[in-house]
């Protein structure tokens, strides 16, 4: 029996899982990672240490089901979007990656987008300091010696497919999180390249996420006890790869990933660039489709952040927050944990409790910390709307959807039904190993990439709905109220 392969080189983690031909999971592997913040603003990884992880994981899964890893026919790849991953001319790390949730190069990014403003339609987004091309004018400027080494510019996942395959390449949905891709011609940009300083020499060459993108190396082959003909997948962005593992394919299908940041994610039959709202217009994971994204920077990770400030265990909290939960908090949270960009676009913007008295217990701040995360949402849909996509339904995915309370808060909060998946907490690391599939065998992507069973359907609360209101209101005010104190000096 064929198996697949997929790995998604998270931020918070590497994650890898095996499945078969039924797509049925037969072993997983999560090892965790950690992220350097050696300058406020800013937020780095070591590439090295992805392709540690990764080997990590890939012990583990021979150690649970060495004839199964043996098997796989073909291997896809997820990851964190944005990150500089800057090779010189041995394919060698010039500096630590610059990572999506880096503000550094807020200063750059408005210069990009004031001096080129044609460029955002076509880019599919204006510039924001997240994106791969003004961490590059940031680099030109403040390390202008390792700009002038950089031989190639990559993603973070394709590092990971440089190991394996030996080929610098990278796929349509990742790609497009650089500000270099147009997105409408599915190709590089060379006005947008030249306006940062780089040549299309210095890309990688582009394939569809469900083509193939190499074959593994024989070394890496024998190490795992491979084949010598495993095909390695284009794969996709970690919100492409995630809408793939969801079935998400098709044009209005819609859902929110609630991971270490979070996407509310629609998918478009053809390229409808909204950048005036703040809304991300970029290419699918399969060909000849697009979708609208509205990206925050703080998901999952906000509550993660709770718990370790609580020194207590999450399920634990969820467990005692649900069970004192009778109405909306009083206290509002702002999520702004490492800034923002849908959408406010201010990688100032920090973390608030609001409302804090001497009666305030810990499931207060835990239910003002789902709150806020879910008020965040529904700026991203109101975002969306302004964009001419209106949203009438939404599943679920990511380590943040095993939570039905956090589900029945999303609910009302945004007055949407919530759909919970089987599965769906695997999120984009599923999704690679069925683009990988797609690759292998040149299926149609309508009959590999089908909607998981749904778990459950939480449908918004009227009274609840009608209580979240003025808190929304509330929420809104308070950051532009702070905001001239976030950037501050």
């Not at 896809?76 to 949730?101: C, K």
């Not at 807020?106 to 403003?117: K, N, S």
């Not at 210095?202 to 082959?221: F, K, N, Y």
Request: proline share 6%.
């Amino acid at each position: 029996m064929a198996h697949y392969l997929g790995i998604d080189v998270g931020t918070s983690a590497v994650k890898a899982i095996l499945v078969d031909e039924q797509q049925t999971s037969v072993a997983e592997a999560d090892i965790p990672l950690q992220i350097s913040r050696p300058h406020d603003l800013w937020s780095e990884q070591d590439p090295d240490l992805w392709w540690e992880a990764v080997q990590t994981a890939l012990d583990q899964l021979r150690t649970r089901s060495a004839s199964a890893l043996a098997d796989i026919r073909g291997i896809g790849l997820s990851g964190q979007m944005h990150g500089a991953v800057l090779l010189d001319a041995n394919d060698r790390p010039l500096r630590p990656a610059i990572l999506w949730n880096d503000g550094r190069s807020f200063r750059e990014a408005q210069e990009l987008r004031d001096r080129y403003p044609e460029l955002s339609h076509a880019m599919g987004v204006i510039p924001m300091p997240g994106f791969t091309a003004p961490k590059l004018v940031w680099l030109a400027r403040h390390e202008p010696e390792i700009f002038r080494a950089v031989r190639k510019v990559m993603l973070p996942k394709d590092y990971i497919r440089l190991k394996l395959t030996g080929d610098i390449v990278t796929e349509m949905s990742d790609a497009a999180g650089t500000w270099w891709l147009d997105e409408g011609k599915r190709d590089w940009s060379d006005a947008a390249l030249a306006a940062t300083g780089l040549s299309r020499d210095q890309m990688p060459r582009l394939v569809e996420g469900s083509q193939a993108s190499g074959i593994l190396l024989a070394d890496i082959a024998r190490r795992w006890g491979l084949g010598s003909d495993v095909v390695v997948a284009g794969g996709a962005g970690d919100a492409a790869a995630g809408a793939v593992g969801l079935g998400a394919i098709d044009d209005g299908s819609a859902f929110i990933s609630l991971g270490t940041s979070g996407q509310l994610f629609v998918t478009t039959r053809s390229f409808s660039p909204a950048p005036e709202a703040v809304v991300h217009s970029f290419c699918h994971a399969v060909p000849d489709r697009w979708f609208q994204m509205a990206a925050m920077l703080n998901a999952a990770s906000c509550l993660a952040w709770g718990a370790q400030l609580l020194k207590r265990d999450i399920g634990q909290l969820l467990h005692e927050t649900e069970a004192a939960y009778t109405k909306p908090s009083s206290l509002l949270f702002l999520p702004y944990l490492t800034g923002e960009r849908t959408p406010h676009n201010d990688p100032y913007a920090r973390g608030v409790f609001f409302g804090l008295s001497p009666q305030t217990q810990q499931t207060d701040l835990v239910q003002a910390i789902l709150e806020g995360v879910a008020f965040s949402f529904a700026d991203a849909k109101e975002c969306l709307a302004q964009a001419g996509t209106p949203l009438t339904y939404a599943g679920m995915i990511g380590g943040g959807s095993r939570s039905a309370f956090w589900a029945r808060i999303f609910a009302s909060v945004l007055d949407v039904r919530m759909l919970r998946y089987h599965g769906s907490d695997k999120g984009p690391a599923f999704g690679a190993a069925r683009l990988a599939r797609l690759a292998t065998t040149g299926e149609s992507p309508d009959t590999v990439c089908t909607p998981p069973r749904i778990l459950e359907t939480i449908e918004p609360e009227p009274q609840l709905v009608d209580l979240y209101r003025p808190r929304i209101d509330a929420f809104r005010s308070l950051y532009r109220a702070l905001k001239p104190e976030f950037s501050r000096p």
